[in-house]
């Protein structure tokens, strides 16, 4: 869980269960409150029951499109609306805005980005600035204002690339990330650095987290990389 100013709540219109699941589980460590689509022949029934702060609409859904939802929705609330679809052909998009859509984002696309992409709306629309302070996976706390992580009352002072791959970590909470993944955000491009590297850093990170009281919250997926976080 990420800990901010504010819990927004989203409103997720997505037919597709396991897309649906995923954005709503990312969008949870966010400190956002998702909120799935259920009855698609009532989108706006369940709308102002969620009373949401902003809109996550797929385009092709059962019955009603996405335009059409849209369209009923901007009858009762500018509440801000961000469109998801394969299809992301210039008609579409152009569409999507003439009826009142915020944003438009074609699949698939990076969680990371959508949440990025969300909270510029939320600040966009509501005047407010979204501070994140706090990632938070089970009893381990990565603070992002001075880059320390803690675990209960100890305090875990952390070099920039340990800091760097425990944040990549927490982010993906429950996902298996890839050692190439942890290496290019740490280090782009760069041929020269060891694998071995990643390693060590992986092993210090371990130590200090075993040392403060989370053993094992760092797992091996021989051959895939690491995870944290799983249930």
């Known amino acids: 869980m990420v800990k901010g100013v504010n819990m927004r709540k989203v409103f997720i219109v997505e037919d597709d269960e396991i897309i649906a699941g995923q954005v709503a589980k990312h969008l949870e460590t966010w400190q956002m409150k998702p909120f799935k689509a259920q009855d698609f022949q009532n989108i706006i029934g369940e709308f102002e029951k969620a009373q949401p702060d902003i809109v996550l609409m797929d385009l092709k859904l059962p019955a009603y499109n996405g335009f059409y939802w849209c369209s009923e929705i901007r009858k009762i609330s500018q509440v801000p609306i961000v469109f998801l679809s394969s299809a992301d052909d210039n008609m579409n998009i152009v569409?999507?805005?003439?009826?009142?859509?915020?944003?438009?984002?074609?699949?698939?696309?990076?969680?990371?980005?959508?949440?990025?992409?969300?909270?510029?709306?939320?600040?966009?629309?509501?005047?407010?600035?979204?501070?994140?302070?706090?990632?938070?996976?089970?009893?381990?706390?990565?603070?992002?204002?001075?880059?320390?992580?803690?675990?209960?009352d100890n305090r875990l002072d952390l070099t920039k690339n340990e800091y760097l791959i425990l944040k990549t970590l927490m982010e993906q909470q429950g996902k298996v990330v890839s050692r190439e993944t942890i290496m290019e955000r740490l280090w782009g491009a760069d041929e020269f650095v060891d694998d071995n590297t990643l390693t060590v850093n992986v092993t210090r990170i371990r130590k200090k987290l075993d040392a403060a009281g989370a053993e094992d919250f760092i797992a091996t997926k021989r051959g895939m990389g690491y995870i944290v976080g799983e249930e």
């Open 95 to 152: 569409m999507a805005m003439n009826m009142g859509a915020d944003d438009f984002i074609a699949k698939p696309f990076d969680l990371q980005v959508l949440t990025a992409k969300i909270q510029a709306i939320l600040r966009r629309s509501y005047g407010e600035s979204i501070a994140v302070h706090e990632l938070e996976v089970k009893n381990v706390r990565l603070n992002l204002d001075d880059t320390s992580a803690s675990v209960g």
